[in-house]
């Protein structure tokens, strides 16, 4: 074991190597760049033995991560944003070839307009389309659940490509300590895939991406990948354990943090969710009795035990860092559904929609939801949806504005 | 927590100073965090990076909000309000600048709330622009007062270990002259706090209105807006031509420059538009007849004040 200074885009590459992926087919794209370098780099210097190809495309990286992963051998890939969404055909595509591998994704908001930096609009794109997702708060968790990741989508009941989420910036390119486990104690965690019966072969020949014609079969095939998914359930639950017990890091499929006696819970995911921990560490120190639950699984989404933790808190807000158009956040409405109806849950349920394109948010903000759910819980009014959002934004915005009016005004003298 | 934030300018090793300084943190035993932030990467814009180091586990991320030290690699930053070298800067802060003016006169420009300290010419003088980092991380850890000498001339091997001894050598000797002339300011720099609920301001959280969509629109109207980007000022380097030595080819130089920034007159006489060459000094590696040289932007300003 060795404790290094690395980025988030640096852990990942260490998951891939010590994974031992065989397999890599790859194409550039900001933030996610370096996991691709880094690799190439130990491939080149012989450090890593793996097959790396550079795609024409992501399109077509998803569809060769599919057909090698078909073929037996463990498989790594990783894009981002824009990459992802050019990919998205295949996104769809390839969970039903029942091919295991590994995707890592490295947020970063969507156009228009175009951005470098993180929100989570990307990877809730491929939300619902098999590809089971983890989440990462830190540089350590990247590593650690990209090696978890291969044993879930490996595993006999799954079967299923798992995308591994981190943000740009916040984690791709921000230095933590990480310890990087040895080799051989990752060879015992995670031993050689076991392509079972998935092994295409030139003298074993096997069509993938077929067609059905009539809604029987597709429903079945369809229904058949959803209880995969929701296979994966118990399935994270017991390779988590194995990891702890053999690495000392718990990472179940939610973080919670000081709720269990908490009256008032932060929900939130991804790397900031760090900075609603010190929130929460403050607001402690003020005598209020605040926490943290941040759900590391994405898909399968974790239903019951996020009942089980949310039972009987007064309000819960949650933080979304993205925005479906025409909804709001995403994970306001999945949190939602998993609630409705429970005779114990929180009757207060507020949506904050911020740290859209990375915008940072600041500890009073987290200070604030709080007391929002104070008074909603005082008034017995739940709050409308709120975008963190501060009228100093709002005068940067409308000055860029006053310029672009100049300009658009003289441009049609 | 001690929160630094280093800003300078693409090519003069501000994210390596900040690596460097993490590093240093790392091997005397800190938690560390650093980053570096930019938008498009390229040579002589501005670049800011931070590093936080603190005994227990770091739960902040991203931009530094009350730097207790803020260290300018390029003092011709501190105009320009993108930069941002100002923000968040109270009273407990220390700013150190890396330039030929002196501390009293940065003090009195900028009306700093906290102290302004230079890293004096001696330090710097001989120093070519892509040392200026690792002076700043010298002198850094040394106002910092808990990264022995040691500690620091390891970080930089460190960082720096796939470069070459030269290299290393290079930048070894500027970081720890700065570290020594920083003596007198040993340790004034110190750890900040937490950001109590008792101290916070509610935030100033507004609706937004629903704007028309051509407003609502990221649009941009004018046209040839690059034109009023004078990217020039991102240069650090001027490549100057020597006429005598041009040979008048028409084409080379205009052809590389990647932004357009060479025109060729009717006799085939190159002349550079400075407002927008941003120094990449491509048209300098390909002159055939070497007739373009490159001279630090330093000495034009130093001529013209």
Redesign the interface.
Same mark, same amino acid.
């Given at each position: 074991m060795t404790r290094a200074?690395i980025t988030g885009n640096q852990a990942a590459a260490w998951g891939a190597r010590l994974a031992r992926a065989d397999y890599m087919p790859a194409f550039p794209i900001t933030p996610q760049t370096e996991i691709i370098e880094t690799l190439a780099g130990w491939i080149d210097s012989g450090e890593m033995d793996c097959r790396m190809v550079m795609m024409e495309s992501e399109h077509s990286m998803i569809t060769a991560a599919g057909a090698a992963a078909a073929t037996g051998v463990r498989v790594f890939t990783a894009t981002s944003s824009q990459g992802l969404m050019y990919a998205m055909e295949m996104i769809y595509g390839v969970p039903g070839m029942r091919a295991p591998f590994v995707l890592v994704n490295v947020s970063r908001g969507l156009q228009?307009?175009v951005t470098?930096e993180p929100d989570h609009t990307d990877v809730l794109a491929a939300r619902d389309s098999g590809f089971l997702q983890i989440h990462c708060a830190t540089c350590q968790e990247v590593l650690d659940q990209t090696l978890i990741a291969y044993r879930l989508a490996e595993h006999h009941r799954v079967r299923l490509p798992v995308i591994v989420n981190l943000d740009g910036? %916040?984690l791709s390119?921000?230095?933590?300590?990480v310890e990087i486990p040895d080799p051989a104690a990752v060879d015992r965690f995670l031993p050689g895939f076991d392509p079972e019966t998935t092994r295409f072969r030139a003298g074993e020949p096997l069509s993938q991406g077929v067609v059905v014609l009539g809604s029987t079969p597709y429903s079945y095939f369809r229904y058949e990948t959803h209880l995969a998914a929701l296979q994966g359930l118990p399935a994270y639950a017991e390779i988590a354990a194995d990891f702890a017990a053999q690495f000392g890091r718990e990472y179940g499929a939610l973080e919670t943090y000081r709720s269990d006696d908490a009256e008032w819970v932060l929900f939130i995911m991804g790397?900031?969710a760090?900075?609603a921990? /010190?929130a929460v560490? #403050?607001?402690r120190?003020?005598g209020?009795k605040v926490g943290l639950v941040r759900p590391r699984l994405l898909r399968p989404f974790p239903d019951e035990p996020l009942r089980q933790v949310l039972a009987g808190k007064r309000g819960v807000a949650v933080v979304d860092q993205n925005l479906s158009m025409g909804k709001g956040g995403v994970l306001h409405s999945e949190l939602a559904s998993v609630l409705y109806g429970q005779l114990d849950a929180p009757p207060i349920l507020a949506s904050f929609i911020g740290g859209l394109g &990375?915008r940072?948010i600041?500890?009073?903000?987290f %200070? !604030?939801m709080i007391?929002v759910l104070h008074r909603a819980a005082e008034e017995g009014k739940p709050p409308p949806p #709120?975008?963190?959002?501060?009228?100093?934004e709002?005068r940067e915005v409308r000055k860029l504005?006053a310029i672009? +009016?100049a !300009?658009?005004t !003289?441009?049609l003298k | 927590m001690y929160r630094i934030r280093f800003h300078g300018r693409g090519g003069q090793g501000t994210k390596t100073a900040s #690596?460097m300084l993490?590093?240093a943190f790392?091997l005397a035993g800190y $938690?560390? $965090?650093?980053?570096?932030?930019y &938008?498009?990467e390229r040579r002589g814009a501005p670049i800011f990076a931070y590093v936080r180091a603190a005994k227990e586990a770091? +739960? !902040?991320? &991203?931009?530094i909000?009350e730097p207790n030290l803020v260290v300018v690699a390029d003092d011709s930053l501190v105009p320009v309000p993108a930069a941002g070298v100002l923000q968040g800067a109270t009273a407990r802060s220390v700013m150190l600048i890396s330039s030929s003016e002196s501390a009293a006169t940065w003090r009195d420009r900028l009306n700093f709330p906290g102290t302004v300290l230079t890293l004096p010419a001696e330090a710097s003088e001989q120093a070519e622009l892509c040392f200026v980092g690792a002076a700043c991380t010298g002198a850094a850890a040394r106002l910092l007062g808990v990264i022995p000498r040691a500690i620091l001339e390891a970080a930089v091997r460190e960082e720096l270990s796939a470069l070459g001894e030269d290299i290393i050598r290079r930048n070894l000797e500027q970081a720890l002259a700065a570290f020594d002339c920083m003596e007198p300011h040993a340790g004034s720099v110190n750890e900040g706090v937490?950001?109590?609920?008792?101290d916070?301001?509610?935030? /100033?959280?507004?609706?937004?209105p629903v704007d028309e969509s051509d407003?609502a629109a990221?649009a941009? +109207?004018?046209?040839a807006?690059s034109v009023e980007v004078r990217t020039g000022l991102w240069r650090v380097l001027r490549p100057v031509i020597d006429y005598d030595r041009c040979n008048r080819c028409w084409w080379v130089c205009s052809e590389f420059c990647p932004d357009s920034a060479i025109k060729v007159d009717a006799d085939g006489r190159p002349e550079i538009d400075y407002d927008h060459c941003k120094g990449c000094m491509i048209c300098v590696a390909q002159c055939p007849p070497h007739a373009i040289a490159a001279v630090p932007e330093q000495e034009f300003s130093e001529k013209t004040p």
């Open positions: 200074l228009t307009p470098l910036f %916040y390119f921000t230095r933590e300590p790397s900031f760090t900075k921990k /010190d560490d #403050r607001m120190e003020a209020w &990375g940072d600041a500890p009073e903000e %200070y !604030e007391q #709120r975008l963190l959002f501060t009228g100093d709002l504005q672009a +009016h !300009e658009r !003289e441009g | #690596r993490g590093t790392f $938690q560390v $965090q650093d980053a570096p932030r &938008g498009a770091i +739960h !902040e991320r &991203g931009v909000r937490a950001f109590s609920v008792a916070a301001k509610a935030p /100033d959280w507004i609706d937004l407003a990221a941009i +109207h004018a046209s807006t």
